[in-house]
């Protein structure tokens, strides 16, 4: 039938007297404008299609957007409490009935009962319509620039997990919690903040690959995060300015004194020298067992400090113009090709901007863009943020979406190699429109993944569940990167069904493992 009717949030069976009823009552001719129809500018929720029996409710985000355009012939009117009817789509309504989120009783306008009302679970509204071709957006493979294939659209994108043993080695925890991340069915996994220089890191957690590692735990971590067809990227770092003052001396592109971020500045020499120490870090990489490396040029260190305003003051080839300021990253992408061979997946993290006043913007970013589509790049994962003290923060996303798919869109415009978004991803509705507008290839999740290690496989199915994600009222400095990172040590001793932790107490524990992991650091590194 032709009519549209409100009724439940997940798929359920219309008894033949509601049938006959919407029949009968629901035509265009009978309806009063303003009490079966909603107007332009009002607020629509639950709406769904009446077909063959079945109800079938649509969601739709704060943006508005139709996720089910093409799913009937009539016009595929969604809603949630905040999503304005168009005046077009208004035109085209017959049969509606706004429930306001509630159980649709129609004899609220028309004082017929509803037969055997069935309480709405709200939790499902989402995923009672993914039909099999939209979930053919998530499990469709990708084939990357040098040939390697990712098996489905979601990676587990990179996280500083801070489960290395103190000395730059996996532990078994760590390899552990990249099984499992495997077996959830994720098509990549990246390891965070795996250092290319054992003088400059992010935290004492992170791996080194260089001299004097423990290949044998390294090749365990690589099988095991490879267990499920899937594959495992190591994430080359170097935190410069960023670098953990308590076992490095950071140094960044340029020397800044600032009461809360003092660093020396690269010289020439060091910088000409970064190509070669990233090329020997992912032959290694690429030795013990890793399918490929994502070069870290994001999240303000060492690379992203380079492409930044704010760190990098150098008058020589290496700064000024954006053209120049990138210089660098180049010369990485081009060695490391030159060390692992054609068929190897070579990634990299970007900033879609700083989201500081004074720091790398869009349109830098942009032709940052430009400049990896001359360079054998296999993907691009696009986040964004920065920290500079004193600088105010700029945000260039909207509250409750994905956080750069507009970037994203416009960065397709300057490449052919595939984009990967990572920020934001909450529900599996929107890692599908994102899909579907053919501006991302890949959905990067972090957190997500964190809470539910077999997400993908569950988004895979046809009534994927989507994330809750816990609450804070009030957070201490760190507290929350903190309490993830701690869940991420549960994962790894699976007992992360047990009690999850308060945030002082995750913080807690945090910076006593970490100052712990400190005095192996310095025992195996100095510093």
């Known amino acids: 039938m032709k009519g549209l009717v409100a009724y439940l949030s997940q798929v359920a069976p219309v008894s033949e007297a509601m049938m006959e009823f919407v029949k ?45 355009k093409n799913f009937f012939q009539g016009p595929a009117i969604i809603g949630s409490c905040v999503a304005p009817i168009s005046k077009e789509k208004t035109g085209c309504l017959t049969g509606i009935y706004h429930c306001c989120g509630r159980q649709p009783f129609l004899s609220d306008f028309c004082r017929f009962p509803l037969p055997n009302p069935i309480e709405p679970d709200t939790t499902q509204r989402e995923h009672a319509m993914t039909s099999a071709s939209e979930l053919d957006l998530l499990s469709k493979p990708l084939t990357l620039p040098c040939g390697a294939v990712l098996k489905n659209r979601m990676v587990k994108s990179p996280m500083s997990d801070s489960l290395g043993d103190g000395a730059g080695n996996p532990t078994q925890e760590q390899a552990r919690l990249y099984e499992r991340w495997a077996k959830g069915g994720a098509a990549l996994s990246v390891i965070g903040e795996v250092q290319v220089d054992s003088r400059f890191p992010e935290r004492p957690g992170n791996l080194v690959l260089g001299p004097g590692l423990n290949r044998t735990m390294f090749q365990h971590l690589a099988q095991r995060g490879t267990s499920n067809g899937n594959h495992l990227w190591a994430q080359l770092g170097h935190a410069g300015a960023l670098s953990h003052a308590p076992i490095s001396q950071p140094k960044g592109p340029s020397a800044l004194d600032l009461e809360e971020l003092k660093c020396n500045g690269m010289s020439v020499a060091e910088v000409e020298n970064l190509p070669d120490r990233f090329a020997k870090t992912a032959s290694i990489a690429k030795s013990v067992g890793f399918t490929g490396v994502q070069i870290h040029a994001g999240h303000g260190f060492l690379l992203s400090q380079f492409l930044s305003p704010l760190f990098n003051l150098r008058e020589d080839e290496y700064g000024g113009s954006i053209t120049s300021r990138c210089r660098i990253v180049l010369e990485i992408i081009n060695r490391v090709r030159a060390a692992v061979g054609p068929s190897f997946p070579i990634a990299i993290r970007i900033n879609s901007m700083d989201q500081l006043e004074g720091g790398m913007t869009e349109t830098d970013a942009l032709e940052v863009v430009s400049h990896l589509d001359t360079t054998s790049t296999d993907l691009i994962d696009i986040s964004g943020g920065t920290y500079f003290p004193g600088m105010k923060p700029i945000r260039n996303y909207r509250a409750g979406e994905p956080y750069f798919e507009e970037f994203a869109r416009a960065a397709k415009k300057k490449t052919s190699i595939p984009l990967m978004v990572t920020g934001g991803f909450k529900r599996r509705a929107q890692a599908l429109q994102a899909l579907e507008s053919n501006g991302v290839d890949v959905i990067g999740l972090a957190r997500a993944m964190v809470l539910a290690p077999d997400l993908p496989h569950v988004w895979l199915s046809e009534h994927g569940q989507d994330v809750e994600f816990p609450r804070f009222e009030s957070a201490p400095p760190g507290g929350i990167t903190a309490w993830y990172t701690m869940r991420l040590t549960a994962i790894g001793q699976d007992r992360e069904d047990e009690t999850m932790l308060d945030l002082p107490t995750a913080n807690r524990l945090y910076e006593e493992r970490d100052a712990e992991r400190c005095k192996c650091w310095k025992t195996r590194f100095g510093g």
């Open 24 to 68: 009968t009552s629901f035509h265009p001719e009978t309806l009063e404008k303003g009490s079966f129809c909603i107007r332009e500018g009002e607020y629509a929720q639950d709406i769904a299609f009446m077909e063959e029996g079945i109800v079938r409710a649509f969601y739709n985000d704060e943006s508005g957007r139709d996720y089910n």
